[in-house]
């Protein structure tokens, strides 16, 4: 159906910032729940944040504090501002979207049906 790109990802010593972004375009239907996922090398992949159409956002509890999510239902983006970036936080990181709210599955990947190619993020010590 649509197409889901990320751009933003990039090398950054720990405690520096990105910013990641997300254009979700040729849907037909309204996204509901849109998120961050991430992986690392060995890992499987987890969920980072999410947020619902004028829902509050959710966050993994490692993130807390250092990341914020935010979306424009308008133009069907997403960004995710990333601060006090720390090693832990290296991975490759995917934008998700699908048609239903975020609910208790925000960070379930295999409730998300559209994905993006994945961004590289790393942190240097």
């Not at 979700?24 to 239907?29: I, L, Q, V």
């Not at 969920?47 to 490692?62: H, I, L, M, Q, T």
Request: glycine share 12%; aromatic share 12%; proline share 2%.
């Amino acid at each position: 159906e649509g197409q889901v790109v990320e751009s933003g990802g990039g090398s950054v010593q720990s405690g520096g910032s990105l910013r990641l972004s997300c254009a979700a375009s040729g849907f037909t239907h309204s996204l509901y729940c849109m998120a961050w996922f991430r992986q690392a090398p060995g890992k499987e992949r987890e969920g980072v944040a999410g947020v619902d159409r004028g829902g509050a956002p959710f966050y993994a509890d490692s993130v807390k504090g250092r990341f914020t999510i935010s979306r424009d239902n308008a133009a069907n983006t997403l960004v995710l501002q990333m601060n006090m970036l720390k090693p832990d936080d290296s991975a490759m990181y995917y934008c998700a979207v699908r048609h239903t709210s975020c609910s208790d599955s925000w960070n379930q990947r295999l409730y998300y049906t559209y994905w993006g190619q994945g961004t590289q993020i790393t942190v240097s010590s």
